[in-house]
């Protein structure tokens, strides 16, 4: 039974992506999406070996798991469809985003946005030095937890959102001139190397959402060739075994570039790949399923009902917001250490299941695929989306499978703020520029041509 369920769920997922990849330019987000769904809760749980630390839950429980997940895919791509913008209609309103982009006048506010970004960027990592007291000495010689749940402060709190602007270039980048696209490519292994090594110490969710974000941003504007889709489906693998590599480098803090790339290299580090961290968040429903609610009960939607009051520090409010449910996943099914506040995201599935009751989750997915849908085509379709979606898309499609949908609301809600804000400042010195197409003014006639009739002409006022 284990393996029916795996293989129906691995069988759904290659066919919504084959029927996705015929129009690969308008549904890139929903490929990737269904893929690493197919692999994550398809096939690795069938791919597991007897020594992965799945099995130290009940077997029962990954059967169970397993019918979860089909079930899950299910409903996701009923959600999915119920707010798919047609084909013909989607290539047309992407190209009267791409006509808006390549407007002289936004091509010079993009420019100094890329710029603004990476200062911003910047500046997010001063403030997160200087909020915690500590110089960048401290970090180079800290282990990778040592400063990482200091985040009390509003300071700090500040840094850790503004840090969002690091995946701006990447993704505007595509959109500007030669130059802008080389330094882009430039860009995203430099500011992954400052992160993974320094400031996130070892996370590798952010260089693996600047490639995500980099490839996101080129399917909106370029057309896929059969070369191009060759070209991403193998920086797709790349991106894979980076994800599975990364995680085995971190067990060696203080390694030299030449034994990092050595480590990465090696055939022997993706041994066992099946059974660690991203092929295993399939393990965390099976948590869920093995331990909700027979030894903990249901937490009644706790992720959803932070949302709203996401501003209040839940230590002086905590009858209206809820513990993290990251951190008491991690406690109740992990057995992570209290004082330590590790959260442990329990999966899309997993969330679901503790969030709404077990199997009354399942209708709660169709909202999601809904809500996913809108977000992965309205940066095709609207100027102020490109620039608010479009940058957080990459860190979106790497991160939604973990299942933390308080904070990627979170996330999404802080940085439309921040880029509005910064995106003002960068039309402040720039042409007065309006997010849609307009009519131009018509131009003044010449003397002696008074009866001449004006040509109109379209701009971006």
Same mark, same amino acid.
């Given at each position: 039974?284990?393996?029916?369920?795996?293989?129906?769920?691995?069988?759904?997922?290659?066919?919504?992506?084959?029927?996705?990849?015929?129009?690969?330019?308008?549904?890139?987000?929903?490929?990737?999406?269904?893929?690493?769904?197919?692999?994550? /809760?398809?096939?690795?749980?069938?791919?597991?070996?007897?020594?992965?630390?799945?099995?130290?839950?009940?077997?029962?429980?990954?059967?169970?798991?397993?019918?979860?997940?089909?079930?899950?895919?299910?409903?996701?791509?009923?959600?999915?469809?119920?707010?798919?913008?047609?084909?013909?209609?989607?290539?047309? &309103?992407?190209?009267?985003?791409?006509?808006?982009?390549?407007?002289?006048?936004?091509?010079?506010?993009?420019?100094?946005?890329?710029?603004?970004?990476?200062?911003?960027?910047?500046?997010?990592?001063?403030?997160?030095?200087?909020?915690?007291? !500590?110089?960048?000495?401290?970090?180079?010689?800290?282990?990778?937890?040592?400063?990482?749940?200091?985040?009390?402060?509003?300071?700090?709190?500040?840094?850790?959102?503004?840090?969002?602007?690091?995946?701006?270039?990447?993704?505007?980048?595509?959109?500007?001139?030669?130059?802008?696209?080389?330094?882009?490519?430039?860009?995203?292994?430099?500011?992954?190397?400052?992160?993974?090594?320094?400031?996130?110490?070892?996370?590798?969710?952010?260089?693996?959402?600047?490639?995500?974000?980099?490839?996101?941003?080129?399917?909106?504007?370029? &057309?896929?060739?059969?070369?191009?889709?060759?070209?991403?489906?193998?920086?797709?693998?790349?991106?894979?075994?980076?994800?599975?590599?990364?995680?085995?480098?971190? #067990?060696?803090?203080?390694?030299?570039?030449?034994?990092?790339?050595? !480590?990465?290299?090696?055939?022997?580090?993706?041994?066992?790949?099946?059974? &660690?961290?991203?092929?295993?968040?399939?393990?965390?429903?099976?948590?869920?399923?093995?331990? /909700?609610?027979?030894?903990?009960?249901?937490?009644?939607?706790?992720?959803?009902?932070?949302?709203?009051?996401?501003?209040?520090?839940?230590?002086? /409010?905590?009858?209206?917001?809820?513990?993290?449910?990251?951190?008491?996943?991690?406690?109740?099914? #992990?057995?992570?250490?209290?004082?330590?506040?590790?959260?442990?995201?329990?999966? !899309?599935?997993?969330?679901?299941?503790?969030?709404?009751?077990?199997? /009354?989750?399942?209708?709660?997915?169709?909202?999601?695929?809904?809500?996913?849908?809108?977000?992965?085509?309205?940066?095709?379709?609207?100027?102020?989306?490109?620039?608010?979606?479009?940058?957080?898309?990459?860190?979106?499609?790497?991160?939604? #499978?973990?299942?933390?949908?308080?904070?990627?609301?979170?996330?999404?809600?802080?940085?439309?703020?921040?880029?509005?804000?910064?995106?003002?400042?960068?039309?402040?010195?720039?042409?007065?520029?309006?997010?849609?197409?307009?009519?131009?003014?018509?131009?003044?006639?010449?003397?002696?041509?008074?009866?001449?009739?004006?040509?109109?002409?379209?701009?971006?006022?």
């Amino acid at each position: 039974m284990l393996y029916l369920g795996c293989t129906l769920t691995l069988s759904l997922c290659a066919a919504l992506v084959a029927v996705r990849a015929k129009d690969l330019q308008g549904r890139f987000g929903e490929v990737v999406f269904f893929l690493s769904y197919g692999l994550v /809760f398809g096939l690795a749980p069938m791919m597991q070996s007897e020594s992965a630390y799945v099995n130290v839950f009940s077997y029962s429980s990954r059967v169970e798991a397993a019918w979860y997940a089909f079930a899950g895919v299910v409903a996701l791509a009923i959600g999915f469809s119920a707010y798919r913008t047609p084909t013909p209609l989607l290539a047309a &309103r992407r190209k009267h985003l791409l006509r808006q982009i390549a407007d002289s006048r936004t091509q010079r506010m993009l420019e100094k946005l890329f710029w603004a970004s990476i200062a911003a960027t910047a500046g997010a990592q001063l403030l997160m030095m200087y909020s915690k007291g !500590i110089s960048l000495s401290d970090i180079l010689n800290a282990g990778r937890f040592a400063y990482r749940f200091e985040n009390q402060g509003v300071l700090s709190v500040l840094s850790l959102h503004l840090s969002s602007f690091a995946y701006v270039p990447a993704f505007i980048g595509v959109f500007l001139n030669r130059r802008y696209q080389l330094l882009t490519l430039a860009y995203i292994p430099l500011a992954s190397l400052a992160f993974f090594l320094v400031f996130s110490k070892g996370t590798r969710s952010i260089p693996l959402a600047m490639v995500a974000t980099l490839l996101v941003a080129s399917s909106i504007r370029y &057309r896929f060739s059969a070369k191009r889709a060759a070209q991403i489906a193998l920086l797709g693998f790349v991106s894979l075994a980076l994800a599975i590599g990364l995680f085995e480098l971190r #067990h060696y803090p203080g390694a030299s570039f030449t034994k990092s790339v050595a !480590i990465l290299l090696t055939p022997s580090t993706y041994d066992g790949m099946w059974d &660690r961290d991203p092929l295993s968040y399939s393990a965390n429903i099976v948590g869920a399923i093995d331990t /909700f609610p027979d030894s903990y009960p249901y937490l009644n939607g706790a992720s959803y009902r932070r949302m709203p009051v996401f501003f209040l520090k839940e230590s002086r /409010f905590p009858d209206i917001k809820p513990p993290d449910t990251n951190i008491v996943f991690g406690l109740v099914v #992990h057995s992570r250490p209290e004082d330590l506040q590790v959260t442990v995201p329990p999966s !899309i599935l997993g969330d679901v299941f503790i969030n709404f009751w077990g199997w /009354f989750g399942i209708p709660v997915l169709v909202l999601h695929g809904m809500l996913y849908c809108w977000l992965l085509q309205s940066m095709q379709c609207r100027f102020w989306a490109a620039m608010w979606v479009g940058p957080l898309s990459g860190r979106f499609l790497v991160l939604v #499978h973990r299942g933390e949908p308080y904070e990627m609301f979170v996330l999404f809600i802080m940085f439309f703020f921040e880029m509005a804000f910064l995106r003002s400042v960068c039309q402040a010195f720039s042409p007065a520029i309006r997010t849609h197409l307009v009519k131009a003014a018509p131009p003044a006639p010449h003397q002696g041509s008074a009866s001449r009739k004006p040509k109109r002409r379209s701009s971006i006022a």
